[in-house]
């Protein structure tokens, strides 16, 4: 089951069920000539259109083509699919350890709510009998929980392609927009929200190509 990465306040968003989707830009594109080399966004076409999706196999990508090139592209494969389980890789700190006779365990809190929780230490991260510097620590978990730390599972329902600035109001309340929450407009929310941890060529301004992929909460059991 493959992984997607959250902050503190997209897993909040998910948390208390204002948030159902999520973009993700499409930073790499191929020729179909020379699907060998990567362009970048900002080295595309400016008329580069988007097709449709196809999928191959378990991978799905975009085809895009270019009417001054006369030229046909692909984008980066899809990272989930309609129908695929993901879980959420939230943002986690080490409160205290503890070494047992049989089990050593970790007690962590999630930072999107400083709720705790404690579970075994798997074997698969523990490196010649010592435990990770962040255990020893009580650091931040890196790059978020690991996976027997999870506890938001998703499952995606259905992904497009599209430009970021064709979101209409009810993408903005599907981002997770909440006006009780801000005292912005939905726009400038998510301009805003979107371009604060975007990378250069990729912002809002630039109005790249990007996944969107809706998706539901399910029980872990499931």
Known sequence: MQYILMNEEITKAILDGRKTQIRRAITKFY???DTKKAIAYIDM?????????????????GLFYSKSQDEWFTSQNINYNTGEKIWV????????????????????SYKADNKKNI???????????????????????PNGCIREMARIFLIITNVR???LRDMELEDYLKEGYLKFFCNKNPLNWFKD???????????WEDNPFVY??????????K
């Open 161 to 163: 392609v599209e430009r």
């Open 45 to 61: 076409p400016k008329d580069l259109e988007f097709k449709y999706l196809k999928t191959k196999g378990k991978s799905s990508f």
């Open 193 to 203: 929200t979107w371009s604060k941890t975007a990378q250069k060529g990729y912002k």
């Open 119 to 141: 579970i075994n230490i798997p074997n698969r991260i523990i490196k010649d009998f010592d435990l990770p510097k962040w255990i020893l620590n009580k650091q931040g978990v």
């Open 212 to 221: 969107v992929y809706e998706f539901k909460r399910i029980d872990k059991d």
């Open 31 to 33: 020729r179909l000539s």
């Open 89 to 108: 890789r939230e943002p986690a700190k080490v409160v205290d350890y503890i070494i047992g006779e049989h089990n050593d365990k970790i007690k962590f």
